[in-house]
């Protein structure tokens, strides 16, 4: 029965990316009544979904991005040995059900996962542009919904936005007097989680002495840096290094 199992040997070598896609969650959002075209209540039920994928899942990444209904998370070092099938399998239905949860839906959602192979070096550009695509998607969001508001029906808004530059986007919305270079950051820029360790110093009643410990925590960050800029590939280089 286990050599009929065709794919159970697998394999992926760290580092990696997951990234976990929201499953038919236009149609998602119409039955939750989310806000257009963006919504602080779901934005902060995926940031918490993030969270707990690296604190409570047993997966434990490294870090995760979200935007939209898109999470990326970061493995400097894979569980279950690698195995692709059960890394996809576990980080997906976690996700959905933590999602769920955290909604307070009536139904199931679903996630799909893929693993995408990295470098320490090409982690900071999979960063880099994913963050772009968040930016692509903000400024479509915006415009897609405006043209909606103004009459257009869903196939017009798509055809008129088919193919326009971010800056022709951008021209758009401002000429109809919103910049979208000031829209909230999260929308803009997705919202970032990553562990962080800090060194305290406690008494130990057994050894009675004072001793060194390294305390992990987790940070959530609703306004990252651009990661393109000097400042923002500084910040990814503190947390993606080198095995």
């Keep these: 029965m286990k050599r009929r199992e065709i794919f159970s040997n697998l394999l992926?070598?760290?580092?990696?990316?997951?990234?976990?896609?929201?499953r038919g969650f236009h149609r998602v959002a119409e039955e939750w009544g989310l806000m257009r075209p963006f919504d602080d209540r779901f934005a902060r039920a995926m940031a918490r979904v993030s969270e707990q994928l690296i604190t409570s899942s047993g997966l434990s990444p490294d870090l995760a991005f979200t935007f939209s209904d898109e999470i990326n998370l970061y493995f400097s070092h894979v569980p279950y040995s690698g195995r692709v099938e059960k890394i996809d399998s576990i980080t997906a239905s976690y996700a959905a059900s933590?999602?769920?949860?955290?909604?307070?839906?009536?139904?199931?959602?679903?996630f799909d996962a893929r693993i995408i192979q990295v470098s320490p070096h090409y982690a900071l550009q999979y960063l880099i542009d994913r963050q772009a695509e968040a930016w692509r998607n903000h400024s479509n969001s915006y415009c897609y919904q405006t043209l909606v508001g103004e009459g257009k029906d869903s196939h017009e808004a798509a055809?008129?936005?088919?193919?326009?530059?971010?800056?022709?986007?951008h021209e758009m919305m401002f000429s109809r007097g919103l910049n979208l270079a000031k829209t909230p950051a999260w929308q803009r820029r997705g919202i970032f989680v990553y562990k962080?360790?800090?060194?305290?110093?406690?008494?130990?009643?057994?050894?009675?002495?004072m001793v060194k410990t390294?305390?992990?925590s987790v940070k959530c960050?609703?306004?990252?840096?651009?990661?393109?800029?000097?400042?923002?590939?500084?910040?990814?280089?503190g947390l993606i290094r080198e095995l």
Aim: proline share 12%.
């Design 12 to 22: 992926s070598v760290p580092p990696v990316f997951v990234r976990l896609d929201g």
């Design 98 to 110: 933590a999602l769920t949860i955290e909604m307070s839906s009536p139904f199931p959602v679903a």
């Design 159 to 169: 055809q008129l936005l088919k193919g326009l530059s971010s800056s022709e986007l």
């Design 196 to 209: 962080t360790a800090k060194e305290i110093e406690g008494f130990n009643p057994v050894e009675k002495k």
């Design 214 to 216: 390294i305390r992990t």
């Design 221 to 237: 960050i609703s306004e990252p840096p651009v990661f393109s800029s000097p400042e923002g590939r500084l910040f990814l280089s």
